[in-house]
């Protein structure tokens, strides 16, 4: 009987078409983010409003780090930032030192444990430990798990045993860096997020070093293998070789040498026009350009690509010549809309600058006209910043754009003078005011705006869902030490000039520091935005009592988080500190938002700081939702 129902599931599953892949099939998760447009949505509406606050965890699954890493500390989790995929009642999920597993779906037992043992080569390249997940591929017989490890080598497992397919490279396993110059693995090169699968092409991207004190540096090639046999099916260069298209916009054969520009974070794939997005990042070097003058495509580009053939179908530069680390940080959403009665097949790629580009993703024209404004011009010897940056007319930004008086406190006038007169002892103004020796103040800053989480898309409102953080940082340029770089300038990390202090204790500019914002895609408009929690609220009151301010302040929003939407609910984790919470304030909670006003329903208290994007499935008739904690473990919730 059982061999019975499994058979009927993989016909279920092989019957599906590609077209219809916007959102998880009821019941099951078998991408990163629910499906291969980035969606993060799923129909499942056990789960509702009336009873959403009962939820009580079902399972505690411990990654094997936890025991790890009692001999060996620095596989202590703490970037623990992956999504499990659920097919047919098995979850199959990473951990921070590149192992996988697979989990019963119901019980949360570990049914078997892959450990290619990436960790001996020591710490990677970048963040160290952290990875987000694995991708699933079946043809309706065999079934496999890909994974990309912090030694970068890309490994196809049997999802069905753990074990390693021999048939596929090199006894299972392909070396990433094999092919990319400059490369040493784990050294400069890792792979944190999931490969994609379209057309039955693994795409992989890399992780690289982020703070280089060279101009030479791994490029961040995107390379593609056959799902059954390994074999190479194609490279992407990010930075084009000779004769490329792209080539010319590097300068003085900057392309020689220049490296990073790479597909750090989750790709997404339209598998009925056989067609993957790649959204790429910063050259080497964030901040200072001198060294690669030009435009520098294929940096911080969405990027089209046939999956079959590597060929560029389109391409979009979101920011040119990079000098803000405005590397693209999410997967591209994939969204079907009506723009003024027309159906588009869309394509929406969220920035760290707070912007929402929209394409059709076919043809690659924008859904709303997009403008090339005059910017800042950059100061620094050896520079020659781009004269103008593209600024979409639709949507409106969902971020604070900007380190200007406008955007600076204003609980008491007081504080308020006192800002602008802090604000005046840096560089600052609009968005895309350039790096200086004086140190220029960005808002937002590397780590805001849209972050890796990207957003969430409601195929049957047209809604997108984006958690956001404001985070302001202060870029300094000095001259590297003598005999430790080839660079011109680089960027100052001494705390006294990356770190900017508001008048009294007081944030230099006013919140909220974290907020939701819901678009209509359909329109163009915001819908809502609301403050995510209430983040420092309570210290800012208490020191404006201080002052003999007594007014509260309201929620002033803590960071951003991974959204998860489901038929009923828009759920996002919030941890107390870490990555999304760097504002700080509030405790560890899973909130369940009203997806038509943004209204908080409900607050489930978690056991540590949440750190992955949750996920949701139904196992044994009931709904569970599950997300992984900064300490290694994973958690299940259900109803009673």
Not at 189 to 216: E, H, Y
Not at 240 to 265: A, I, R
Not at 366 to 391: D, L, N
Not at 576 to 600: I, P
Request: hydrophobic share 40%; net charge neutral; with cysteine.
């Amino acid at each position: 009987m059982r061999l019975f129902i499994w058979m009927l599931m993989t016909i279920h599953m092989v019957m599906i078409p590609p077209a219809a892949q916007r959102n998880a099939p009821k019941g099951e998760w078998p991408n990163y983010a629910a499906d291969k447009g980035s969606t993060k949505y799923s129909p499942l509406d056990q789960i509702n409003a009336g009873n959403v606050a009962q939820l009580k965890i079902a399972w505690t699954w411990e990654a094997p780090e936890i025991e790890l890493s009692k001999t060996i500390p620095s596989l202590a989790a703490s970037i623990n930032e992956v999504t499990p995929l659920m097919v047919r009642g098995v979850l199959y999920t990473s951990t921070v030192s590149s192992q996988v597993a697979a989990i019963d779906a119901a019980t949360g037992k570990t049914i078997w444990a892959y450990d290619p043992q990436s960790y001996k080569l020591g710490r990677p390249t970048n963040l160290g430990f952290v990875h987000r997940g694995v991708a699933f591929w079946t043809d309706g017989k065999e079934e496999r798990i890909f994974i990309g490890t912090s030694d970068a080598m890309l490994i196809a497992l049997n999802a069905r045993t753990g074990k390693p397919i021999e048939s596929f490279g090199d006894g299972g396993k392909i070396d990433l860096a094999k092919n990319i110059p400059n490369a040493l693995n784990a050294k400069n090169l890792a792979v944190t997020s999931p490969p994609l699968v379209c057309r039955d092409v693994v795409i992989v991207g890399s992780s690289i070093n982020d703070v280089p004190f060279q101009k030479t540096a791994p490029r961040g090639d995107v390379q593609a293998f056959d799902v059954r046999t390994g074999k190479p099916a194609w490279t992407f260069h990010t930075i084009p070789q000779t004769g490329e298209f792209g080539n010319e916009t590097w300068e003085n054969e900057s392309w020689k040498y220049t490296g990073n520009t790479n597909v750090w974070t989750l790709m997404s794939a339209d598998e009925q026009l056989g067609y993957v997005y790649l959204p790429v990042s910063t050259p080497t070097n964030d901040w200072y350009g001198g060294h690669r003058l030009g435009n520098n495509l294929f940096a911080e580009s969405l990027v089209c690509l046939e999956a079959k053939t590597g060929k560029r179908v389109w391409h979009f530069q979101t920011v040119h010549h990079g000098l803000w680390d405005y590397d693209l940080p999410a997967a591209p959403v994939l969204c079907d809309i009506t723009v003024k009665g027309r159906k588009i097949k869309a394509v929406a790629q969220l920035t760290k600058s707070g912007f929402c580009f929209v394409f059709d993703r076919k043809t690659g024209k924008p859904v709303w006209p997009i403008e090339e404004r005059p910017v800042k011009q950059s100061t620094m010897a050896g520079e020659r910043s781009s004269p103008t940056q593209p600024f979409p007319t639709k949507p409106a930004p969902f971020e604070t754009q900007g380190s200007l008086e406008e955007n600076l406190i204003d609980f008491t006038p007081e504080l308020r003078e006192e800002a602008k007169k802090i604000l005046e002892k840096y560089d600052h103004g609009p968005l895309f005011t350039p790096p200086t020796e004086k140190g220029t103040i960005n808002l937002p800053g590397w780590g805001g705006g849209a972050n890796w989480w990207g957003a969430a898309f409601d195929p049957d409102t047209s809604m997108l869902y984006i958690p956001s953080i404001t985070s302001p940082i202060l870029v300094k340029l000095v001259k590297p030490p003598a005999g430790r770089s080839d660079f011109n300038y680089v960027r100052s990390f001494s705390p006294q000039d990356m770190n900017i202090a508001g008048p009294k204790g007081f944030p230099l500019f006013k919140p909220p520091y974290g907020r939701i914002t819901a678009i209509n895609m359909n329109t163009g408009e915001h819908a809502w935005q609301v403050a995510n929690g209430d983040g420092n609220r309570q210290s800012i009151n208490e020191s404006l009592a201080k002052l003999g301010v007594t007014k509260d302040v309201g929620p002033v929003g803590a960071g951003g988080g991974p959204p998860l939407l489901t038929k009923t609910l828009l759920f996002v984790p919030q941890s107390a500190g870490g990555r999304g919470g760097r504002s700080g304030g509030g405790g560890n909670v899973l909130r369940a938002f009203d997806k038509a006003s943004g209204k908080v329903v409900a607050e489930i208290d978690l056991p540590f700081m949440p750190f992955g994007a949750p996920m949701t499935y139904l196992s044994g008739g009931k709904q569970y939702i599950a997300l992984a904690l900064g300490d290694g473990r994973m958690v299940a919730f259900t109803l009673p």
